[in-house]
């Protein structure tokens, strides 16, 4: 686990780190920087980020130091300047790099392994050929897994690289062993295609293909990996990029339009309908309705007016408003849930991948096996030729390459079908957790519910009809740009498809409601206390059907006209046709749903009992939906959190597996784990089943790896392995572990 960093120790100092190849170097980095008096330090792997609280004063220079004599790059971010042209943000030159270098290896490795394998291909000097070819793919391609092996054995330490650097090495050496001091580089040279044990002359055999071909298909495992992994910081940048651009200021009476970045602490500005509120303020004139869904979760937009808080990223959904700026920059809730954001993704503790896991033990070993091998034959007097030629065998026999292919060629087929089904998954590290998955929460608004508002009852008075009752007030509320008059207009165009009443005297009462003349009659609609005013009441069957409505979190429009109280409308979230089954399909795999939202307790029990949900956590802001996690967490949960909005980023980053729906805010996919394309939420039980499955996959992958090398390494130190069967052979456990991993392509989703 990560060093946790004590809140308010010191300033804090955030480098970037270059060079670490697996979870390991972290781990490393880690226990280096916090050896240095004062400093508490933790290192993400994902983020390639080390985040350190120093004593006052403290030169980060020397963390950097201590970061390079651990053999790994440090620097401090650049800073925020100007805005990257567009496109720019996107050039990573370190996975630039890795792609170049595997391109490269592709090109060069084709026609060893072709060569080496298929002896009808095998011309006078073909040896030759593919050691030209070779060379640059064992020394060069292969260059950051030697790096990394020699950083570990400074260390004391063994990992997939140090087995990928010995076994490319062993047979490149033996390689120029054989080619250039033993007979392996006369001119007719064959390898030939048979399968027997028997004692062979080392000085004739080359293994080129297998140097070259372990390489490329390491470094293909990686640069997916690089490519997936850079999307952690991707959550940042699509979170701020949520506010406003420019804002207009008010400057001596007029509009001065000015960059969202020069906006200062009591400036006064104008957001017109449709636009993002510029910074969290305090509204200084005008009514409107605000939409904060993304911010706060809560579904029915929020009544503002003189003198009430607002915050920025914000929708102003009605009228225009003058708002003073109280919080900038970084100040703002924006800026602050991208904290939240970066600090969940930085403390999420790193996954050791499995493959480096059991390196740590086998690679000793093989050495082991290696020398036991080498002394062994020369005991028992054999000469020296052939006890070099056992003891190479083994370390050549022991290269990794299926388990090169164990995980990403898992990966790559149950991704492939996660896609066609609508789920992405973005790397392998993600996998381990959804095994030990015991909790998932559901955000509600967006994930449960459709995230918006809809029309779900029309209660008329007696002696009113219902369709008309409907068509007076769709008719006057389709001149306004309310949230919840929209969704009444929507109803009413729907059921009345060749066009509603177009009202005359259309007059808005802000915050409270509407009224004007439809078809000669004089209609209101709104709050109760609008029909009041006129004077309308309500019957006491209306005022108990408001009431319950009102206690199931739902929002009641009542309308009246001539001079009567005729009906109320009752406008809600609803919940999405497939969320009850959904569920259903998620307790069945053994996960206990939580609802978790910012909406108001009723509403939350209400769609909870709807869908089968028997926790609850309700009425929480964007840090508390953080801390709901965290909670979860310390009482022994693994929690998967499914979500869509803003406000569910940090959760999100936060949770052991975070699944956003693609319907939602860009910042929640970037933040996420898991992205479900559809807005199904029966998507959230494809992508844990095939998770699972995945992982198991790539488990049993790495256990036939293994058991291949295990296998195989006694017959090498007995003499008995000839080129032609270790090729055989590691060709047919990579067919293997192939073939394994294509049975993914069969998962079947539970979505017909």
């Not at 933790?42 to 403290?58: I, L, M, R």
């Not at 990257?84 to 790099?97: C, H, I, Q």
């Not at 602050?336 to 070993?365: C, Y």
């Not at 929640?668 to 394309?677: F, H, N, P, Y």
Request: hydrophobic fraction near 50%; aromatic fraction near 4%.
């Amino acid at each position: 686990m990560s060093a946790v960093v004590p809140a308010g120790a010191g300033p804090r100092v955030e480098l970037e780190i270059g060079g670490m190849t697996c979870a390991s170097c972290a781990t490393r980095i880690e226990k280096k920087l916090n050896r240095l008096d004062g400093v508490a330090a933790t290192v993400n792997f994902a983020t390639e980020k080390a985040t350190a609280s120093v004593p006052a004063g403290y030169d980060p220079a020397a963390l950097i130091a201590e970061v390079e004599k651990a053999g790994y790059t440090a620097t401090m971010p650049a800073p925020e300047a100007e805005p990257k042209a567009s496109g720019n943000e996107d050039v990573d030159p370190e996975l630039t790099a890795l792609r170049t270098r595997l391109l490269v290896s592709i090109a060069l490795t084709v026609p060893v392994v072709a060569l080496a394998m298929i002896p009808v291909l095998q011309f006078t000097y073909w040896q030759w050929a593919s050691l030209t070819l070779a060379a640059p793919v064992a020394v060069w391609g292969a260059w950051p897994f030697h790096r990394a092996a020699w950083i570990n054995l400074r260390h004391g330490a063994a990992t997939m690289d140090t087995l990928i650097s010995m076994g490319v090495t062993a047979a490149f050496l033996w390689s120029l062993y054989a080619l250039f001091l033993g007979t392996a580089g006369m001119p007719g040279m064959r390898h030939a295609f048979e399968f027997t044990l028997a004692p062979s002359d080392g000085s004739s055999n080359i293994y080129l293909e297998v140097a070259a071909g372990v390489t490329t298909f390491i470094l293909a495992g990686r640069y997916f990996e690089k490519r997936s992994k850079r999307q952690a910081g991707a959550a940042l940048r699509a979170l701020l990029e949520l506010g406003a651009k420019d804002v207009s200021v008010l400057r001596g009476g007029r509009e001065v339009e000015i960059p969202v970045e020069q906006l200062r602490v009591g400036d006064e500005f104008v957001v017109r309908p449709g636009e993002k509120i510029a910074t969290d303020g305090v509204v200084v004139s005008g009514t409107s309705a605000v939409d904060a869904s993304l911010l706060t979760g809560e579904s029915v937009p929020v009544e503002v007016a003189s003198g009430d808080a607002v915050t920025g990223a914000t929708v102003n959904a009605g009228g225009r408003l003058v708002v003073r700026a109280t919080r900038v920059g970084a100040d703002t809730q924006l800026a602050q849930m991208a904290r939240l954001v970066e600090a969940a993704q930085t403390g999420k503790a790193e996954v050791q991948r499995l493959a480096d896991r059991v390196s740590g033990v086998f690679v000793p070993i093989v050495i082991g096996i290696a020398i036991v091998a080498l002394a062994g034959w020369l005991i028992a007097g054999f000469p020296a030729a052939a006890a070099f030629t056992a003891a190479v065998a083994v370390l050549v026999v022991a290269c990794p390459c299926a388990l090169g292919l164990a995980t990403p060629t898992a990966l790559l087929v149950g991704t492939g079908r996660g896609a066609q089904l609508g789920v992405l998954i973005k790397g392998p590290e993600i996998l381990e957790s959804t095994r030990s998955v015991d909790t998932v929460l559901l955000d509600k608004t967006g994930t449960v519910t459709q995230g918006r508002m809809s029309l779900v009852d029309v209660i008329p008075e007696p002696g009113t009809d219902r369709d008309e009752l409907l068509r007076l007030a769709g008719a006057l509320e389709d001149a306004s740009e309310h949230p919840i008059a929209q969704a009444v207009a929507k109803a009413a165009t729907e059921q009345w498809r060749d066009g509603l009443p177009v009202p005359e005297n259309f007059t808005n009462v802000e915050g409270r409601g509407v009224h004007g003349v439809v078809d000669g009659h004089a209609v209101v609609v709104g709050r109760e206390s609008l029909l009041a005013d006129w004077p309308q009441r309500l019957s006491p069957a209306l005022v108990s059907a408001k009431a319950r409505a009102e206690n199931a979190g739902q929002t009641v429009v009542t309308v009246g006209w001539d001079g009567a109280a005729r009906g109320i409308l009752v406008v809600a979230d609803t919940v999405k046709p497939m969320s009850a089954e959904a569920v259903a399909r998620l307790k069945g795999l053994g996960l206990t749903p939580v609802l978790l939202t910012g909406d108001n307790r009723a509403a939350a029990q209400h769609i909870a009992s709807h869908v089968g949900i028997d926790e609850v956590i309700a009425e929480v802001l964007p840090s508390e939906k953080v801390d709901a996690v965290t909670r979860l967490q310390r009482e022994g949960r693994v929690v998967a959190m499914v979500g869509d909005g803003v406000n569910d980023a940090a959760a999100l980053a936060q949770a052991d597996l975070g699944i956003a729906m693609g319907t939602g805010a860009d910042v929640a996919i970037e933040a996420s784990d898991i992205t479900l394309v559809r807005g199904d939420l029966r998507g959230a039980v494809d992508a844990i089943r095939l998770s699972r499955k995945t992982l198991g996959t790539i488990k049993s992958n790495l256990f036939w790896a293994f058991a291949y090398n295990v296998a195989a390494i006694p017959i090498a130190a007995l003499g008995l392995l000839n080129p032609m069967l270790a090729g055989a052979a590691m060709a047919l456990s990579s067919v293997f572990v192939v073939g394994n991993s294509l049975r993914l392509r069969g998962f079947r989703s539970v979505v017909r």
